[in-house]
């Protein structure tokens, strides 16, 4: 069974950075896209970026370059580095994987979630 699990969030104050991981365990030699998505009080859940297995990555285009998702395929783990935050970026953030290699921008392309980790931008 695969299986998430989301951490790295917290309290940080606007313009700082913070890296949060996502642990993947439970997929069994196949390859595999990971993607953050993230869903702030009130609205929807949006795609910030994704990796494929090869590290291939797309990210959001209205993230202006601060954020950038990688992986290490050894430790089986993805990470998402957040630079220039802003009280806009407060949000929970999920990690989500597809099996397979398509690297996708959809909820639905994704059957796997972790719990999400809550990142809070305020001073």
């Known amino acids: 069974q695969v299986h998430l699990v989301e951490s790295g969030g917290g309290l940080v104050a606007p313009g700082g950075s913070v890296r949060l991981s996502c642990a993947v365990s439970?997929?069994?030699?196949?390859?595999?896209?990971v993607a953050w998505f993230r869903q702030g009080q009130g609205k929807e859940r949006e795609h910030v970026a994704a990796?494929?297995?090869?590290?291939?990555?797309i990210h959001s285009d209205s993230l202006s370059g601060r954020f950038a998702i990688s992986r290490d395929n050894d430790k089986n783990t993805a990470y998402l580095q957040m630079n220039a935050l802003k009280p806009e970026d407060t949000a929970v953030y999920y990690c989500?994987?597809?099996?397979?290699?398509?690297?996708?921008?959809?909820?639905?392309?994704?059957?796997?979630w972790g719990q999400g980790t809550q990142v809070t931008v305020s001073s």
């Open positions: 989500a994987v597809a099996l397979g290699t398509e690297v996708g921008r959809i909820t639905y392309q994704y059957a796997y």
């Open positions: 439970g997929v069994a030699s196949s390859p595999y896209t």
């Open positions: 990796i494929g297995w090869s590290g291939g990555t």
